[in-house]
């Protein structure tokens, strides 16, 4: 088994920053990348991020490139998201997922998810 937890979550204004970090524990050796994607109510979960903690390939959703980084460390299975210029269009919650497979296969179903953590940006 795996277990996420997620931080870093919070209220602030549009144009300022936030981190969020997942701490990874259980059997982490079976896992190959890590992302996060957020969801507000009434619409679908979507994909955000995703790295691949061995060869650090990313990948973004077009409305978060070039904002937000997310970075990761190989030796925890860590996962963090730099966001940067935050608009209120980004207040959802947000999950961070690992998978044992690639980030392809996590950007359609997660092995493993976190409990989530609110993030609202205010204008």
């Known amino acids: 088994q795996v277990q996420l937890v997620e931080s870093g979550g919070g209220s602030v204004q549009a144009g300022d920053s936030l981190r969020l970090s997942c701490s990874v524990s259980?059997?982490?050796?079976?896992?190959?990348?890590g992302g996060w994607f957020r969801e507000v109510p009434g619409k679908e979960r979507e994909f955000v991020a995703a790295?691949?903690?061995?060869?650090?390939?990313?990948e973004y959703a077009d409305s978060v490139e070039g904002r937000f980084t997310i970075s990761g460390e190989n030796a925890k299975k860590s996962v963090y998201l730099q966001m940067t210029d935050l608009k209120p269009e980004d207040s959802a919650v947000y999950y961070c997922?690992?998978?044992?497979?690639?980030?392809?296969?996590?950007?359609?179903?997660?092995?493993?998810w976190g409990q989530g953590t609110q993030v609202t940006v205010s204008s």
């Open positions: 997922a690992v998978e044992a497979g690639n980030i392809a296969a996590l950007k359609i179903a997660p092995d493993y």
């Open positions: 259980g059997r982490t050796w079976s896992l190959f990348a």
């Open positions: 790295i691949s903690w061995l060869g650090g390939t990313t």
